[in-house]
């Protein structure tokens, strides 16, 4: 979407909206803290974001990939920066081919500053003089698809201090094609009012976004004042001085100086702040929180659809998926990112998904075995397992090998069941509470547009013993509602569902709009999660020595326990699920667990399944309500 829509959307609804800055790390482990950090910023609810680019292009291929996994991975609205600095045609090309194969709609272009070996900013052969001539450029190429962005300097910049020139070269980058203006950081409300002002009597009128740079400490404050030669009130400087030392006090104090100056801002009838993070969350955060835009729980504002949506390129009307990935939005992303379309409206047919196969991407656990040991420990037993996902669901670990992030509020409404699960054994995956039709704002279950319902079945993910299997399928098949698949990692799949087709678990209705259904169960899709989930705990395992209790453990569950999801299809039922697992238990959970030689292509696979080269294929015809115990 384009970033002058968005802005445009601000002034019809009258609603505040905000963005975020970052910038290319220069280190490996820079570049995978920021990733991690954009994506829980992302629940900030940020109407975009913008990615710098170096001086000459000199982080170009890394500007490029975030921007990819901006736009792909996290469903981040991205403004890609593009500069003439030390950029012969030929480079921006590249760059511009880049942003369009990644979905990216937005561009910020700029004439940048001059390379740190050059004293003055000069163009170069083959290149551009100014920042007008790049969005020239751009809209020659591309036409309409990219929205661009330039930037405006309330008061003044290096080479340039004279206001009227500064605003004469504005005029002609919005008369190129420039449709937003993105302003250098200032702290002088007063002087940002008096500017735009100006602009508006100068004839540009197109809108202009604030840029706001919080304060992190007082140094970097005064360091960055400095170097954009920014006018800093006099109140500003009596009330950060006394406390200079004080990172935290100045934190506080600097977040109320930049809410005030946010609301003055506001209150003059500019309704978009920018904010340069400096790849930081804790100040924005603030100052958004305090502005009270922002959930202070972390959890977003807004959702089209109950999953991260990818805005990659040809992604953006993609409305349906398993729930198996609903805790690995990534990986989706990564092993469906050949494919030529996606389901919108409907699943399609069983035979057609096609996921990647996992060594081609990359899937795997990510961290350094020293990382997941100090995350996760050192289990020896299954009592010790089970903890572990016991202090997830109690929010004292952030992640495990199947979930990327913490526990999500939805899944908290379940917490005590699932944890009374794990007590007993029964390791949780992935869950859902059943909802009846509660508004699409909900605080925790809303989604889609307003003034629609939203309604999901209950559904567990679990991992179970094989020695509790056949007595959890014997009660699933006296429930008629409850529908149900078990694997294990060998292939040996169960299952109760009446054919291979996809089995709704979320759905929405809306005004005016046919019945959205973003979240089912399939056989295929669980197949291909099947071989990713065991995947995980195998390479948990592989972060322990060969010979340590750790692996024996981990691995002795891999190698012959099952993972089962069921499905309570009568949603108005809200503990009927948890009520298969009464007196279920696995007994002497503190021994160590014995290994299991798994059942490999033997009677209890699924009549109409076969596995051919890798693949699976399905028999329609041949798939029976069947459930072998």
Known sequence: MHIKDKLAEAERTGKPMFSFEFFPPKTAQGVQ?????????HDLGPSFIDITWGAGGNMAHLTCEMVNVAQTVYGLETCMHLTCTDMEKEKIDNALKEAYKAGCTNI?????????QKEKWQAIEGGFHYAKDLVKYIKEGYGD???????????GCDDEQDPEILMKHLKEKIDAGGTFIVTQMFYDVDIFLSWVDSCRAHGINVPIVPGIMPIHT??????????SKCHIPQTWIDALEPIKSDDAAVREVGKGLVTEMCQKIISAGILHLHFYTMNLAQATRMVLEELGLTSKDGTPTTKKLPWRQSLGFNRREEDVRPVFWKNRNKTYVARTQDWDEFPNGRWG??????????DAYGIGLKGTNEQNIKLWGKPKTLRDIADIFIRFLNKEVDSLPWSESAITAESAEIRPQLIDLNKRGILTITS????NGVSSSHAVHGWGPQGGYVYQKAYLEVLVSPELLPDLIGRISQDPTMTFYAVNKAGDLRTNAPNAGPNAVTWGVFPGKEIVQPTIVETVSFLAWKDEAFRFGSDWARCHHAD?????VINSIMDSWYLVNIVDND???TQGIFKLFRGLEIKNMNDPVATTKPVINGHHNLIGMSQLNGAYKIDDEAVKNEILT
């Open 145 to 155: 698809h990219f929205d661009i962005g330039v930037a405006g300097y309330p008061e």
């Open 33 to 41: 803290n920021l990733y991690d950090r954009m994506d829980r910023m």
């Open 218 to 227: 007082h140094a970097a404050f005064m360091r960055r004042a400095s170097w």
């Open 571 to 573: 949603f108005h039922s």
């Open 548 to 552: 340590s209790p750790s692996r024996k």
């Open 432 to 435: 859902q509470p059943s909802v």
């Open 108 to 116: 910020l272009a700029l004439r940048g500053d001059p390379p740190r």
């Open 349 to 358: 047919d069983a035979r057609s998904p096609a996921f990647g196969e996992l």
